[in-house]
T-cell receptor, first 114, second 110 residues
Framework: NAGVTQTPKFRVLKTGQSMTLLCAQD?????MYWYRQDPGMGLRLIHYSVGEGTTAKGEVPDGYNVSRLKKQNFLLGLESAAPSQTSVYFC?????????????FGSGTRLTVV | EDKVVQSPLSLVVHEGDTVTLNCSYEVTNFRSLLWYKQEKKAPTFLFML????IEKKSGRLSSILDKKELFSILNITATQTGDSAIYLC??????????FGQGTTLQVKP
């Protein structure tokens, strides 16, 4: 029972490079989320998805794109990485809107853009 | 715009002290409020609150929600060094969004 798996765990990118972060969950959860965490900022919502084929913007969506082609996967893309995107990225998933069910987090991806 | 504000942002106490962490919010279509503890990696779940005035308790930790005044508190009694962490408050809205506050960094000194 893997829960929420994020790959990769660490990555160093050069400015302007692109990459995709993968979040995979095996709990048949409908809702999935991508966050970034910077010191003193808590977790800020980048994008989220309320079901397969749907995505929506969060608090800080600029510079990121997402896709949810399969229910179990939520991909976060950086088309042209910038140093301001250096952060720790967390994925989370939930069965529903959270009233009766909790959220499960991945272990995070530490991304450095130089 | 949905907003979650935690206070204080950081706190240093000594073992045995009692601490109260605050979370206030402005969220439309509010569904539930959650508290998480984050040490080195991913946040771990502490409490989910949906009803006003009902205290949830787990060992030395307790939490309560006030939907009229739009805030929640997390209490930790008889603090231990293992309680040192970032404590995060999050709001779940009916639209599916889960929004976090900035977090409170708690340091418990021996």
């Amino acid at each position: 029972n893997a829960g929420v798996t994020q790959t990769p765990k660490f990555r160093v990118l050069k400015t302007g490079q692109s990459m995709t972060l993968l979040c995979a969950q095996d709990m048949n959860h409908e809702y999935m989320y991508w966050y970034r965490q910077d010191p003193g900022m808590g977790l800020r919502l980048i994008h989220y998805s309320v079901g397969e084929g749907t995505t929506a913007k969060g608090e800080v969506p600029d510079g990121y794109n997402v896709s949810r082609l399969k229910k179990q996967n939520f991909l976060l893309g950086l088309e042209s990485a910038a140093p301001s995107q250096t952060s720790v990225y967390f994925c989370a998933s939930s069965y529903s809107r959270g009233a009766q069910y909790g959220y499960t987090f991945g272990s995070g991806t530490r991304l450095t853009v130089v | 715009e949905d907003k979650v504000v935690q206070s204080p942002l950081s706190l240093v106490v000594h073992e045995g002290d009692t601490v109260t962490l605050n979370c206030s919010y402005e969220v439309t279509n509010f569904r539930s409020l959650l508290w998480y503890k984050q040490e080195k990696k991913a946040p771990t779940f502490l409490f989910m609150l949906t009803s006003s005035g009902i205290e949830k308790k787990s060992g030395r930790l307790s939490s309560i929600l006030d939907k009229k005044e739009l805030f929640s508190i997390l209490n930790i009694t008889a603090t231990q060094t293992g309680d040192s962490a970032i404590y995060l408050c999050a709001l779940s809205s009916n639209t599916g969004k889960l929004i976090f506050g900035q977090g409170t960094t708690l340091q418990v000194k021996p």
